[in-house]
């Protein structure tokens, strides 16, 4: 069936580190692809999507590149900020509006 | 512009006591509806969505149960809680489905509930 894997977290950086928090996803076609954000205490924002390959979707400074050959969509910033310490989840669909989700990966930004 | 609303925002219930969550949507016709639920150091997990009044799809089995009884309103009830219901309940709701596959989910902000 359909999945999403992620890194394990937590991710611990300085701010102004560069980030990549890895996902890959097994799919039987071309799912869309996403990241949420959620904020402590708060529900889940969308922060990106790509719905074909080679897509790059994009989002306060935050990139993921849709990879079909490596069936990935890594999310990466070049430089973190506090505001930004929250749980990142990667998710797909696939011919449903229902989201398949990794576990998601704490971001701890230090200053 | 569309807007999801949860409540409570937290509640803190005994064991064997029955639950009731409230989502409404505004500002949209006939919403798909979703009721997700992230346990402690867990994702989420997909527990019902609806396409409709009165229409109800389980994701998983479980002491949980859900109800749409008007078109922005979705209900998730148990009769019995346990204290593995604990977690965290999310809302959200996509419009209508003209394209599956490719939108987005907006989520209301979640009530976190323990049971004691």
């Known amino acids: 069936g359909n999945s999403v894997t992620q890194m394990e977290g937590p991710v611990t950086l300085s701010e102004e580190a560069f980030l990549t928090i890895n996902c890959t996803y097994t799919?039987?076609?071309?799912?869309?692809l996403f990241w949420y954000v959620q904020y402590p205490g708060e529900g889940l924002q969308l922060l990106l999507k790509a719905t074909k390959a080679d897509d790059k979707g994009s989002n306060k400074g935050f990139e993921a590149t849709y990879r079909k050959e490596t069936t990935s969509f890594h999310l990466e910033k070049g430089s973190v900020q506090v505001s930004d310490s929250a749980v990142y989840f990667c998710?797909?669909?696939?011919?449903?509006?229902?989201?398949?989700f990794g576990t998601g990966t704490r971001l701890q930004v230090f200053p | 512009s569309q807007t999801i609303h949860q409540w409570p925002a937290t509640l803190v219930q005994p064991v064997g006591s029955p639950l009731s969550l409230e989502c409404t949507v505004e500002g949209t016709s006939n919403p798909n509806l979703y009721w997700y639920r992230q346990a402690a150091g867990r994702g989420l997990q997909l527990l019902f969505y609806?396409?409709?009044?009165?229409?109800i799809s389980s994701e998983v089995p479980q002491n949980l149960s859900a109800s749409r009884p008007q078109d922005r309103q979705f209900i998730l009830s148990s009769k019995k809680l346990l204290l593995s219901d604990s977690g965290f309940y999310l809302c959200?709701?996509?419009?209508?489905?003209?394209?599956?596959?490719?939108?987005?989910?907006?989520f209301g902000d979640g009530t976190r509930l323990s049971i004691l």
């Open positions: 609806s396409v409709g009044i009165g229409q």
């Open positions: 959200a709701w996509t419009p209508g489905a003209l394209v599956w596959g490719n939108q987005p989910q907006h």
């Open positions: 998710a797909l669909t696939y011919n449903t509006d229902k989201l398949i």
């Open positions: 799919a039987t076609g071309y799912p869309s």
